[in-house]
C-alpha cells in the first residue's frame, strides 16, 4: 500500500460525496495503490449511512465507526492504527482541505522529509474568531517546543508510516503532531496549501479552543522534555525551594541564638517552613514520578526511542 488517507468525520453529511469523488480524481491518476479511511466519530446526522454506501461500492473506502464522539485525536489514533500506506496523509472532512494539494505533500516527501505539514497561508476563515486565535497559538507552540511551524492547526499532512505507529495520541493532542513526532528525529517541512471557505455544515471550533491549547501545550512540553526525567523539573524546583527555606531558616536561627530577638511572629519563619514542606513535597514527587516511567516503560516493554534502521541489517529483518 502506497498511500493511507486518514479522514476524521463528525457531522459533514452534504461533504461527504463531493469530497470522496474530488479525492477519487486526484489519486487514480497517480498510479499508486491507496485507501481512503474514514473515521465516523459519532456522527448524528446521516454521515455514517452515507460512507457505509461508499465504502460498499469501492474497495479502496473503509469506515470505523465510533460508538459516540470521542474527538479529532481519537479519530486520527484509530486511523493511524488501520493504516497500511507508506505514506499516511490527514485531512478534514469538511472541503476547506483541497486534495489538490496531495501530489505537492508527496512530492516533498520524496525530498527527504518524514512529516509535511499544510499551511493555510490564505485562509477562508473569520478573522477575529479563528484566524487571529490560530495565530496566536501557532506563535507559542513555535515558541515552547522549537518546532516552527506556521499552521499547526492546519489538518492536511503526510507522515511516513513509521512516524504516525510511534505516536501514542490522547486528549487533544492532535494539534501538536509535528512537535511530537520531532522527539523522534524526524525531519519536518511546511508548504503552503489551499483553503476553502465552508459551504456546509458549521465549525465544531470556537474561540475558546485557543485556551485549551495552552494548557495542552503545558503538557507537550512535559511530554517531549521531561517524560522520561520528571526528577528533573519536579526535583529542580524541589531543590531549590527546600534550599531557600532552609537558609531562610539558618538566618533566623542566627538572629534568634545571637542576637536574642524574637522570631516567633515573623512571616519570615512561615515562609522558611513552607518553603522547606514544599521543597520536600516536590523532591519526593519527582521520585515518584521516576518510579511511574519505570513502570510505565518496563511494564509495557516500551523502548524510550525509537530505531530508524540498523546497518547491517540482521538476517530476521531482511
Not at 469501492?58 to 505514506?87: C, M, S, W
Request: hydrophobic share 40%; glycine share 8%; charged share 25%.
Amino acid at each position: 500500500m502506497d498511500i493511507s488517507l486518514v479522514i476524521p468525520v463528525y457531522n459533514e453529511e452534504e461533504n461527504l460525496e463531493p469530497l470522496y469523488q474530488r479525492i477519487k480524481e486526484i489519486l487514480e491518476p497517480l498510479g499508486k495503490e491507496y485507501e481512503i479511511i474514514f473515521v465516523d466519530d459519532g456522527s448524528q446526522d446521516n454521515s455514517s449511512q452515507i460512507l457505509d454506501q461508499l465504502a460498499l461500492k469501492d474497495p479502496h473506502a473503509k469506515v470505523i465507526h465510533f460508538r459516540r464522539n470521542f474527538g479529532q485525536t481519537a479519530a486520527l489514533a484509530a486511523g493511524f492504527d488501520l493504516a497500511q500506506g507508506e505514506i499516511v496523509i490527514t485531512l478534514d472532512a469538511d472541503l476547506q482541505n483541497d486534495p489538490a494539494d496531495i501530489p505537492k505533500l508527496l512530492g516533498k516527501m520524496e525530498d527527504g522529509y518524514d512529516v509535511v505539514s499544510g499551511w493555510r497561508k490564505d485562509r477562508k476563515d473569520p478573522y477575529l474568531s479563528r484566524i487571529l486565535p490560530s495565530t496566536v497559538a501557532n506563535w507559542l507552540i513555535s515558541r515552547v517546543t522549537g518546532v516552527e511551524l506556521h499552521d499547526y492547526g492546519c489538518t492536511l499532512k503526510a507522515y511516513r508510516q513509521e512516524v504516525v505507529k510511534e505516536l501514542n495520541l490522547y486528549g487533544e493532542l492532535h494539534r501538536f503532531l509535528p512537535a511530537l513526532a520531532s522527539w523522534m528525529g524526524v525531519k519536518i517541512a511546511e508548504i503552503p496549501v489551499n483553503h476553502h471557505p465552508r459551504r456546509f455544515g458549521k465549525s465544531k471550533y470556537g474561540i475558546t479552543r485557543t485556551f485549551r491549547v495552552v494548557l495542552d501545550l503545558i503538557l507537550v512540553q512535559f511530554l517531549l522534555r521531561y517524560s522520561t526525567r520528571p526528577i528533573r523539573i519536579f526535583g529542580g524546583a524541589g531543590l531549590i525551594s527546600f534550599v531557600v527555606g532552609l537558609f531562610l531558616g539558618c538566618y533566623l536561627t542566627v538572629v534568634k541564638l545571637f542576637f536574642h530577638h524574637r522570631i516567633g511572629n515573623r512571616p519570615l519563619l512561615i515562609l522558611s517552613v513552607l518553603l522547606i514542606i514544599l521543597g520536600i513535597q516536590l523532591l519526593s514527587l519527582g521520585i515518584l514520578g521516576e518510579f511511574l516511567t519505570r513502570i510505565y516503560y518496563e511494564g509495557q516493554n516500551k523502548k524510550p526511542y525509537v530505531i530508524k534502521y540498523v546497518t547491517p541489517p540482521s538476517q530476521e529483518n531482511r
